[in-house]
């Protein structure tokens, strides 16, 4: 064993330092002292495996990369807390990426250039004209804290910009900024959108084709594309929807066809490409998974320069160690765990699992090579081609099989074969979008034939990824919640959402939030927790609580939706009673319907149906009234609703006890009031109470009265989202996502 692992760091011995720099950095995370003592102990393994000097380079670079995480860390901690407390004010700071957003609102990566904090990465907030990589502005507002989650399941956004080193997050006020462009942020721009627009000239700019190309080629994903990215992540291949080492290794394998194509020789060709990869890596933004790809192209490649034979892990370990003695905070992140993971996994495994498709790639035993047809020799080539296509899919699924299951709970089998189909498509799209893209200048109407073309094979890659993705067994949800529970949302400015889960049975959800606020809390907290609803309730048709329409149905299997009212000038509820009946949803009107089953033997009862025709009313107005009960309790929605609302249910004479209240905040009119609180009864009020906009805010002294009432109050601007359950003795549970205990509520 022994002479085994000296002959394997003899030979890897990039990799194995990288390793010992990884192992390191993890010990450090939970404490700087443990990073030391795990680089004593490797060093002191490498002492006995592979003599003195691997032992002292092992200490050196585990060491080293302790330090360097320690110091980045403890930096970035100090600059946070030292910009939390500082004042309003002018700050200049440089963009790292192009602002993405629109000029009533953009955000983009920042480094500040402010005297104290010079260097300090922020993401900055900002509106009016939207600035380009390199572009100074200067403008006057305030630091914040990065955005924590609220929600069970929300992707913590937080930790993944602690990661990349931010501090702070910059508001910038409404007063006008100042922008300055030099002329190298000025040229970078203009080449990247010329490279945009070429590689699509002459394919309309809104088309599907057109989006799928862009996402390819340069990583653009259409901010309303969820079903498509849907389809790529369930068959297993959303990596070659976006811009990843995948495509640097292609945009490589192409320069070096064309190279050999016209006789330069393989030295030279190395020289001529790593320009061309680091230019592809450029001009696509400079995204990690590229420039990561980038170097370790170089330093396979560069085996070749120096008339050595090149080594992938050694190559990857290059530029691993070199990551890690950098910044370690980026090990933590799931692309750079599954880009170097596959890597290795792929040049580790590969071998052996060729032997599994052996049998593809031999010849015909009693015939000669120089006897074979050329039938039989391309038939021989496609199986070697086919083996070891097989090889190395078989090999990168298992390896990325435990990261893509620990981080986004999903399991795809399927990306097997999918991977075999969906690989030679991209690599064809991005040699036409090249080609396209170099033809533009000398002969556009060539280069629209081309890109026209390349449409197709972008509708080919749709249909492929649609195709394996609804392979039954192709992709499997190994992060379920099976506990039935109901999880009401806390969004921002006010936005309303929830979810019933019956566990196995099935879901429904209870508004939608609005079009952001589904997007980026509701649905990555319902994908992490594994729930699909396949129906919807609705409230009433404001645009914080309609999820921004067919946002949803496209993102989720919704089959039915119980709608409060017939009509509203509110596109996205239009987009529900319009568009929804042609995406296969049942709309059933509210006012027409007593109650619903709901999973996990619960009941769905509507207490109150506003007016259907009263479009003019306000949406705060036009509020129905629920009641769920479930296992022997009731819980009472009523959303945004006003007094007038309340009125109305009073008048009705019917019974409206409920054990919980979940209520909302009419932006204009009082709620809860004395008098409908005796008429519910209730033991518990989980009130929404978001600081902006203002008229969204609860009032503390209201808060306090309902306490002096004898009513328990969740107040979610401290509790986050608020999961119930129902526990084994018929008590409920209710626990605030940051809150320390739940509170348990007790059968009467």
Not at 228 to 246: E, K
Not at 303 to 317: I, Q, T
Not at 671 to 699: C, H, W
Request: charged residues 15%.
């Amino acid at each position: 064993m022994r002479g085994w692992l000296k002959n394997w760091v003899v030979r890897h011995p990039l990799f194995a330092a990288a390793l010992v720099a990884c192992t390191c950095i993890v010990a450090a995370n939970g404490h700087w002292a443990w990073g030391v003592v795990a680089g004593a102990v490797l060093a002191a393994a490498g002492l006995s495996a592979a003599g003195r000097k691997c032992a002292l380079a092992w200490l050196f670079c585990g060491w080293l990369a302790v330090g360097v995480y320690t110091w980045r860390d403890v930096s970035r901690d100090s600059a946070e807390t030292a910009l939390l407390v500082a004042p309003d004010g002018w700050v200049q700071a440089r963009m790292m990426k192009d602002a993405r957003g629109s000029d009533r609102f953009w955000v983009a990566p920042a480094e500040l250039q402010t005297p104290g904090n010079a260097g300090v990465k922020v993401l900055w907030e900002g509106r009016g004209e939207m600035p380009v990589a390199g572009a100074v502005v200067t403008a006057r507002g305030s630091f914040g804290p990065l955005p924590e989650p609220r929600n069970p399941g929300e992707f913590d956004r937080a930790t993944w910009l602690r990661q990349q080193g931010v501090a702070a997050v910059f508001q910038m006020g409404w007063q006008e900024g100042k922008t300055v462009t030099g002329w190298w942020a000025t040229f970078g721009a203009k080449v990247r959108h010329g490279f945009r627009n070429a590689v699509t000239a002459g394919l309309d700019e809104d088309s599907e084709e057109a989006g799928v190309i862009r996402a390819v080629v340069i990583g653009e994903i259409p901010a309303d594309a969820d079903a498509l990215i849907s389809a790529f992540r369930d068959s297993g291949t959303l990596h070659v929807f976006s811009v990843s080492g995948l495509h640097v290794a292609m945009v490589g394998a192409i320069g070096w066809l064309v190279l050999s194509w016209v006789g330069v020789s393989r030295r030279w060709a190395v020289v001529a490409l790593l320009p061309l990869v680091f230019g592809y890596a450029w001009i696509t933004g400079f995204s990690a998974p590229a420039v990561r790809s980038a170097w370790m192209a170089s330093v396979f490649l560069g085996a070749f320069v120096f008339r050595r034979r090149p080594d992938l892990l050694n190559a990857l370990g290059a530029v691993l160690l070199a990551a890690m003695l950098w910044d370690g905070r980026l090990l933590f992140q799931p692309g750079v765990q599954l880009s170097y993971g596959v890597v290795a996994v792929i040049a580790v495994g590969t071998s052996w699992a060729t032997k599994c498709f052996a049998w593809m790639a031999v010849p015909e035993i009693y015939l000669p090579t120089k006897l074979q047809t050329r039938w039989q020799e391309f038939w021989l080539k496609q199986r070697r081609w086919l083996a070891q296509s097989l090889s190395v899919s078989l090999v990168a699924g298992l390896g990325s099989a435990p990261l893509t299951a620990f981080h986004f709970g999903l399991v795809t089998p399927v990306s097997m074969i999918s991977s075999l189909v969906l690989v030679p498509l991209v690599f064809v799209l991005l040699s036409a979008a090249l080609l396209g893209a170099a033809l533009l200048p000398v002969a556009a109407p060539l280069s629209h034939a081309v890109n026209r073309l390349n449409g197709g094979v972008a509708k080919l890659c749709v249909l492929a990824a649609e195709g394996f993705s609804a392979i039954p067994g192709g992709n499997i949800r190994v992060r379920r919640e099976k506990r039935p529970m109901l999880l009401v949302y806390d969004l921002e400015c006010g936005e309303g959402a929830a979810c019933f889960s019956g566990g196995a049975e099935g879901a429904v959800l209870i508004d939608c939030g609005g079009q952001r606020g589904f997007k980026y809390s509701v649905l990555p907290s319902l994908r992490k927790l594994g729930i699909e609803p396949d129906a919807v309730v609705l409230s009433h048709p404001d645009g914080g609580h309609l999820g921004g329409g067919s946002f949803v149905w496209e993102a989720l299997p919704i089959r039915q939706a119980l709608m409060p009212v017939k009509l509203s000038r509110s596109p996205s509820f239009r987009a529900w009673t319009v568009d929804g009946p042609k995406a296969g949803i049942h709309l059933r009107p509210a006012a027409a319907t007593e109650s619903l089953a709901f999973p996990d033997g619960a009941r769905w009862e509507i207490l109150y149906a506003p007016d259907p025709l009263a479009v003019n009313a306000l949406a705060d107005e036009r509020v129905a009234a629920y009641r769920l009960h479930w296992r022997g309790w009731k819980l009472l929605f009523t959303s945004d609703a006003g007094m007038g609302t309340e009125l109305k249910l009073l008048d009705s004479g019917k019974d409206i006890s409920a054990d919980v209240i979940i209520a909302g905040r009419h932006r204009t009119d009082l709620s809860l009031s004395d008098g409908f609180l005796d008429a519910v009864n209730p033991t518990a009020i989980i009130a929404s109470n978001s600081p902006f906009p203002i008229e969204e805010k609860r009032d503390p002294e209201t808060m306090d009265y309902w306490k002096s009432r004898g009513i328990l109050v969740i107040d979610q601007a401290s509790s986050g989202g608020v999961t119930l359950r129902v526990d084994e003795s018929g008590n409920l549970q209710i626990e605030g996502f940051l809150s320390d205990s739940p509170v348990i509520l007790t059968r009467h």
